[in-house]
């Protein structure tokens, strides 16, 4: 967005200066007379064309400026929040013994519910970091997932390829857009997961649940562990999908 913005504005510069040369040659040369009688001099086309692009050019960079602030400013604000929730996190590691907790203790119930709440905050370049902090501390493991990610918002996560979310309760979450090629999904409970436009290329779906899931424009090619009968009967909808066998689902 930010790239299809800077070439806009250079388009409207342009244009801008064209317009300039050609509304002060043309007036001064031609004499055009739709500014009011009397031959104007090249001052006096100067002072009219100029003084308005210029005040235009000036509108132009000081809201691409503000653009920009705002988008560092979000981009701190999220770099702060990411920051927070690992210090948080470790603590409840270090200190609270996360890893011994049982289901319904409220050190595992206090990480769950702080995982939720800060992921909708983040871009998806930190879900990801998230999603690699969790596994790599070994709280989201297969058959010992610590931190419950059922309807987790996920979306747009980047680049996990390969990653290993077996037996993952991820029913409800939405992983919409999220790159998950090669994904290790056995036994995941996907059910009413939102999987659309989700790349899930060579991923392992052994006895995965994905009733209700929504897998519209995602990629499945190359998905193992489940039959495309299967995928039929449960999908919510693979409208538009590429199915395992790289065809495109109608």
Same mark, same amino acid.
């Given at each position: 967005m930010r790239k299809f913005l800077a070439v806009v504005g250079i388009i409207v510069a342009s244009g801008l200066v064209i317009a300039l040369l050609v509304g002060i040659i043309g007036g001064y040369v031609f004499n055009w007379n739709w500014t009011g009688p009397g031959r104007k001099t090249l001052w006096d086309w100067l002072q009219l064309i100029f003084?308005? *692009?210029? %005040?235009?050019?000036?509108?132009?960079?000081?809201t691409a400026r503000q653009n920009h602030d705002l988008h560092i400013t979000l981009d701190n604000q999220r770099e702060t929040v990411l920051q927070t929730y690992l210090d948080k996190m470790s603590e409840l590691l270090l200190h609270e013994i996360l890893h011994e907790s049982k289901p319904g203790d409220d050190v595992r119930t206090i990480a769950h519910a702080r995982t939720l709440t800060?992921?909708?905050k983040l871009d998806p370049n930190r879900k990801r970091s998230i999603i690699l902090f969790l596994t790599e501390s070994v709280l989201i493991e297969h058959n010992k997932w610590i931190i419950d990610m059922s309807? *987790?918002? %996920?979306?747009?996560?980047m680049k996990l390829d390969g990653i290993s979310l077996a037996a993952a309760n991820l029913q409800g979450a939405n992983l919409s857009g999220a790159e998950?090629?090669?994904?290790?999904?056995e036994g995941a409970n996907l059910h009413h997961a939102n999987l659309s436009g989700t790349d899930l290329g060579g991923a392992d779906l052994t006895d995965a649940d994905v009733r209700g899931a929504d897998l519209t424009r995602a990629?499945?090619?190359?998905?193992?562990?489940i039959t495309v009968g299967r995928l039929k009967k449960q999908a919510k909808s693979l409208k538009g999908a590429t199915m395992p066998d790289g065809s495109k689902h109608p």
């Open positions: 003084i308005p *692009a210029v %005040l235009t050019l000036g509108a132009i960079w000081y800060v992921l909708p309807f *987790a918002d %996920l979306s747009g996560a998950l090629t090669r994904v290790d999904f990629n499945l090619k190359g998905v193992t562990g």
